[in-house]
C-alpha cells in the first residue's frame, strides 16, 4: 500500500492536520538526500552505510503509513546488514519509482481522503 490512511488518520486525530503536513513537507524535503545517501553507499559497496540510511528511511516512513516504501527500506537494510549489497541494490531500485509516485501524488493531492482511489 502505498499509503497507509488509517496511519495517517491516527497521527491526524493525535497531533492535527497541521502538524502531520509539517511531517509529511519534511519527508518531502529530506528523502531525496537519503535516497541519495543510499545510492552512494551502494557505489561505494558500504554496507553499513547502506544499512544507515536504508534504516532512517523505513522509520520516516513508517511513522507516515508509507508502507510499500518502509517494506523496500527495510528488506534493503536487512540485506546490507548481511553484507549483500548487490541484493539491497536489487530492491533499493524497486524504492525510487514508488518514492516518485508518492512524491506526486502527495504534491498533487494532499493527505485529503480521495486518494483512497488512487491505491
Known amino acids: 500500500m502505498l499509503i497507509n ?4 488518520n491516527y ?9 502531520v503536513q509539517e511531517l509529511i513537507d519534511l519527508y518531502l524535503t529530506t528523502s531525496p538526500e537519503v535516497l541519495h545517501n543510499i545510492q552512494e553507499a551502494i557505489q561505494e559497496q558500504d554496507s553499513e552505510k547502506l544499512a544507515f540510511w536504508s534504516h532512517r528511511l523505513k522509520g520516516s516512513s513508517c ?15 536487512t540485506l546490507s546488514r548481511h553484507g549483500d549489497v548487490k541484493g539491497a541494490a536489487l530492491k533499493f531500485k524497486d524504492i525510487i519509482p514508488l518514492y516518485e509516485r508518492l512524491e506526486h501524488t502527495l504534491k498533487r493531492y494532499g493527505i485529503e481522503p480521495q486518494l483512497h482511489t488512487l491505491n
Not at 497521527?11 to 502538524?19: F, P
Not at 517494506?71 to 537494510?77: F, V, Y
Open 63 to 77: 511513522t507516515l503509513g508509507f508502507d510499500d516504501i518502509q517494506n523496500l527500506s527495510e528488506e534493503t537494510e
Open 11 to 19: 497521527l491526524k486525530t493525535g497531533m492535527g492536520e497541521d502538524s
Open 5 to 8: 490512511y488509517k496511519t495517517l
